[in-house]
């Protein structure tokens, strides 16, 4: 199998605009804003049961090792035992320092992407909130002035969302959070502010953060940035955490990077690799596009298999493309990511 394939990484850097994700973490304060209103339904990007950003196509081409294709269907469950609750990375491109609440391109492309796949094992939950924006990102990371940025309003929609899905959706229901970059960030606070150690806790199953930066005491499961909710060991533990910053095995992190690093010797950043659990390496199940349509915005459709048809999926799997083990170099703990091409 003669297999072609970019593998392209977008690393947003939401560190410099969230807040931090050590002990303790605080809530960054927002500027007297009007809270949005959650009981419209305006203000989700994803609702059970609805034709939306979440109610979209993900049937897959399977390529095996011999370049032979198949492909696997999808549904959504909607009697799905479970809930999950998105937040999504930094794509908004308006043009101000924060997103307004009309989804483009870019939030429903995210989904997509990202979070629709999983309405096949829970009910989707996705809020919109006004998070920093692509152009106020830049703005902030080149100036030591905010130019308007409000760090806090983007974590007050999403709590603000949180809490009217517990009122009035959750119904006692284990629900599973995921979130990436800025959203990741987000709600590493929301889980410090809101869940960790209190009732709540009970109904949590896990929660995926990617692309941030959580710790725990160096050599322990908790202590870090939460106090009562442990790192994921196994795969039917529940009420624990699954977080990591993805870096491909060619290009790790360097001396500069703004991932994978705790803010003080006596704290680990948590690298949990979502394929081995447990611990060591292990083959990612990646569904990756199969049309161009990516997070950071459609690019030319991959030739998958030299000299094969064309894949005319929106998504692609191909088993043992990938790899993943958590690793540690000189600047950065991080889930070193192996492509395997060409098998």
Known sequence: MNTTKSLSVVLVLAAAVTAPAGANAQAPAAQSVAPN???????????????????????????????????????????????????????????????????????????????????????????????VTLGGLMARLGSTEDRGLDRGIGYDDVRDAFRYYLENDNAGRGFVLIG???????????????????????????AILVGAAPT?????????????????????????????????STSPPPENTLFGRAPDPSLSVVCTNPAALGGGSGELHAYLSGSGNTIAGPRPAADWVAGGPVVETPFVSAPGFLTATCATNEHATFLEVTVHGNP
């Open 216 to 248: 725990v005491a160096r050599g322990q499961d908790v202590g870090g940035s939460f106090r009562t909710i442990p790192l994921c060991r196994s795969a039917g533990q529940t009420g624990c955490l699954i977080a990591y910053s993805a870096f491909r």
């Open 180 to 206: 990436h970059s800025q959203g990741s960030y987000v709600l590493t606070a929301l889980i410090a502010q809101e869940i960790d150690g209190q009732p709540v806790q009970d109904r949590l199953v896990s």
């Open 37 to 131: 209103d959650y009981s419209d339904g305006a203000t989700w990007l994803c609702r059970p049961g609805r034709q939306d950003a979440c109610a979209v196509d993900m049937t897959t081409t399977v390529i095996s090792a011999d370049g032979s294709l198949s492909r696997e269907t999808w549904s959504a469950d909607p009697n799905a035992p479970i809930d999950c609750f998105y937040v999504y990375p930094t794509v908004s491109t308006d043009q101000t320092t924060n997103s307004d609440m009309t989804p483009n391109e870019a939030e429903l492309r995210v989904v997509e992407q990202q979070f629709a796949r999983f309405g096949s094992v829970c009910r989707p939950y996705a809020p919109s909130y006004r998070q």
